[in-house]
């Protein structure tokens, strides 16, 4: 059986549209699937029309959060709550597209592959101000962390059991699941496909609430960041050491007299930035780890009609 979980937003628009695609691609195959609608605090229509397909239809199956917790609190609900041998996870608004779905069963069957995870062939369509951010995040968190990022990747991509176990295990309350996918290991077939636009309603992100997120990845995958204020403070030391040697020099050979108040500000203003930066730095770890030991639960549902759903985790 095929699991495909879904998280939902406000998609009252775009959700009957996925529904109708997603059931004609599983029409022509000759598998068992459940479709699992993860409704992320919809204030629209999702969940009475969640409500409704159900009642049409026994592949359909919800779990409804108390308010919005994110597509990643969406995403582990859905992990937790799967029951099929092979789970996907698929955007509601078909920019994921079904239609790829009978080929990655294919690869999967074929045995060398534990996941087929699709990435955007190209970033056409996209403002180039974002591709070029895009581009430098790739770069960057492959560079300094063991989450291996494939640039363009999407969360599109069908797995596994073994490795739906992995993800759930991976409790953790920062998630970034990109990285969590890359993490875990296992063999990954990587499909390229076209972009395609969103077929209704609108998107849930900006580009700072995207920079936020990818600040997220990179703290949550790498300890780098909290190093440079290691190597700042090394490299601050060595300069002043040897600016301390050529003015004790420079008083002993030519005597000059004290100068340069305007010189000295401008240092005591660059050190202070520096020290604030790298406590910035630190405080995001510091906020993180707060967060961990806390140790509150990823989501909270208060409906479903899964057989003993796990409405708590
Ligand atoms: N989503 C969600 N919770 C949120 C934001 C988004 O469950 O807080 C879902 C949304 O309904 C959609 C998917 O995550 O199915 C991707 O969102 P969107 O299409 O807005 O993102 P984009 O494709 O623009 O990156
Ligand atoms: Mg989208």
Redesign the pocket.
């Known amino acids: 059986m095929i699991s495909v979980i ?6 009252q628009e ?1 959700l009957p549209l996925f529904y109708k695609e997603t059931t004609s691609v599983f029409a022509g195959m000759d598998t068992d699937y459940e479709l699992l609608f ?1 409704n ?1 605090g919809s204030s629209d229509g999702t969940l009475p029309l969640l409500k409704k397909l159900a009642s049409e239809d026994g592949h359909v199956k919800y779990l409804s959060f108390s308010r ?4 990643e609190a ?1 995403m582990y609900a859905g992990f937790c709550n799967v029951k099929g041998d092979y789970a996907a996870v698929m ?3 078909l ?1 994921d597209p079904p239609s790829l779905l009978p080929r990655m069963l294919e690869i999967l069957e074929g045995g060398e592959y534990d996941s087929v995870a699709t990435r955007r062939a190209d970033r056409k369509g996209e403002p180039p101000v974002r591709s070029f951010f895009a581009e430098c995040f790739y770069k960057l968190i492959n560079r300094i962390s063991d989450a291996d990022i494939v640039s363009g990747a999407r969360d599109f991509r069908l797995m596994k059991r073994s490795m739906v176990d992995a993800i759930v295990s991976m409790c953790e309350y920062n998630r970034f699941s990109k990285g969590i996918f890359g993490w875990i290991g296992f063999k990954t077939f990587w499909l390229p496909y076209e972009n395609v636009e ?1 077929v209704a309603g ?4 900006n580009f700072w609430k995207l920079t936020a997120y990818a600040i997220d990845g990179i703290t949550n995958f790498s300890q780098v960041p909290l190093d440079i204020a290691s190597w700042f403070g090394m490299f601050m030391t060595g300069f002043s050491f040897l600016m301390l040697i050529l003015i004790v020099l420079r008083r002993l050979l030519f005597g000059d007299p004290v100068a340069g108040w305007a010189s000295t500000i401008c240092v005591i203003i660059f050190i202070g930035g520096i020290q604030l930066f790298c406590l910035g730095i630190m405080g995001h770890y510091i906020a993180k780890t707060y967060l961990e030991v806390k140790k509150r639960p990823h989501y909270i549902a208060v409906e479903s009609n899964i057989d003993d759903p796990c409405l708590l985790k």
């Open positions: 879904v998280p939902c937003f406000n998609e775009a993860v992320d919005n917790f994110g597509k969406a955007d509601c608004d920019q969103r609108t998107t849930k992100w």
